[in-house]
């Protein structure tokens, strides 16, 4: 097989039976004819997708939504059989949006209706970046899960706090590290990982652009971004922000449990009007089973189409995985794109039909007292590094 990409229709043509085969059972076409590796991967998760609905059923509450991921949040816990009862929100606008898109729900008028709520088990947040934390341990004292967005903690303080609380309580603190459990080439990526398809696993190299105002979508910048956007004590800072996404993938696909930053570097390059917002960032990595690289930006051209051009690149012992997650520069604007090289051949896998195992993984957390959607340690030693990356870096100012 060549190293061309494959559309649906050329699969189909190459592929004959064997593509039939796979359209019936509902498999990505152009995971299917890969290879052996690819194969049975592919097959495992059609079979997850074909289930009828989900398994089991909780009541949870939105409390905070002044990110739009708030969206995915909810849709990723829906899926995955979670009921929306109950919303707060601080800003007005945020409220009004949310309440057009989930016109049923009570709008309670204080978060303590949420807290309080004896009948509902988890609460999902995207407040401020900074107050996440807090609302999670009052959360978790009284007897609820926390679904938090990244990044879910911003301080030494905060993380101690939290780890405490989570020892007194036994509640669930997660953080909803999206750009891993919400992006479908990302997932296979893991799952092709632990097959061992590229071998040990070296190191990850992560590129995060972004783009300060979207034309459209749930990313966070359709509408403009608010004052908290620009003040690192309140959205954590660049490293703290985007990189918490970008620490919990290192982690992940090394399978590090202790690691350590390096370095790390901030910068404000084009925004003096904001003197105190960082629109560059990067930082290296070391654990005790593979190295890390991340770059962090704002700088994503409208040329694009979309918000930003994440990469991931796994290199392995024998072979490596590159992760186009939103785009295919000039070829094609669909995400979800999986490049995979081993001693064998060059390989292009399409992974928009696979499905996203994370909201059934967690509400059976919720449920079994469980930790299979998210390690907890790894969650909180995610946000470790990244506090640390951005108390230490370096503030670097280049010349015109």
Request: charged share 25%; with cysteine.
């Amino acid at each position: 097989m060549n190293n061309k990409l494959f559309h649906r229709r050329d699969f189909l043509r190459q592929a004959g039976t064997l593509g039939s085969i796979a359209m019936v059972a509902g498999i990505p076409q152009g995971a299917s004819a890969l290879s052996p590796v690819g194969g049975s991967v592919v097959e495992d998760a059609a079979q997850e997708e074909q289930s009828e609905k989900p398994k089991y059923h909780i009541k949870f509450a939105v409390c905070g939504m002044s990110h739009d991921h708030i969206y995915g949040m909810v849709g990723a816990v829906e899926r995955g059989g979670g009921e929306l009862v109950t919303a707060w929100g601080g800003e007005e606008d945020k409220l009004a949006l949310f309440t057009k898109r989930f016109p049923n729900v009570k709008i309670a008028k204080a978060q303590d209706e949420i807290v309080n709520d004896s009948s509902i088990q988890l609460v999902l947040s995207s407040q401020i970046a900074n107050e996440r934390a807090p609302l999670g341990i009052r959360v978790m004292k009284a007897g609820k899960d926390y679904l938090s967005d990244k990044p879910g903690i911003t301080t030494v303080e905060q993380l101690a706090e939290v780890r405490k609380t989570i020892a007194e309580t036994k509640r669930i603190y997660a953080i909803m590290y999206s750009e891993r459990l919400e992006v479908k080439a990302a997932v296979y990526a893991g799952k092709l990982v632990q097959q061992g398809a590229i071998g040990k696993v070296i190191q990850t190299i992560n590129i995060a652009p972004h783009q300060i105002v979207q034309g459209r979508g749930d990313a966070g910048g359709s509408t403009g971004r608010p004052e908290w956007f620009w003040n690192p004590e309140q959205y954590g800072g660049i490293l703290c922000d985007i990189g918490s996404h970008q620490v919990d993938q290192f982690l992940f696909y090394t399978g590090s449990k202790q690691a350590e930053v390096v370095e790390s570097q901030i910068a404000n390059v084009r925004h003096p009007n904001r003197p105190h917002f960082q629109d560059f960032g990067d930082m290296v990595l070391r654990g005790d089973r593979g190295l890390g690289y991340v770059r962090l930006d704002w700088f994503t051209p409208d040329g694009l189409g979309t918000w930003g051009d994440g990469r991931l690149f796994i290199l392995g012992t024998d072979g490596y995985i590159e992760v186009r997650k939103y785009t295919n520069v000039a070829v094609g604007k669909q995400g979800n794109n999986l490049f995979l090289v081993d001693k064998d051949q060059a390989r292009y896998i399409d992974c928009n039909q696979m499905p996203l195992p994370f909201g059934a993984e967690f509400v059976a957390d919720i449920v079994n007292r469980t930790h299979i959607a998210q390690d907890q340690e790894q969650c909180l030693l995610a946000a470790e590094l990244v506090i640390k990356a951005q108390k230490n870096a370096k503030f670097v100012t280049l010349k015109d």
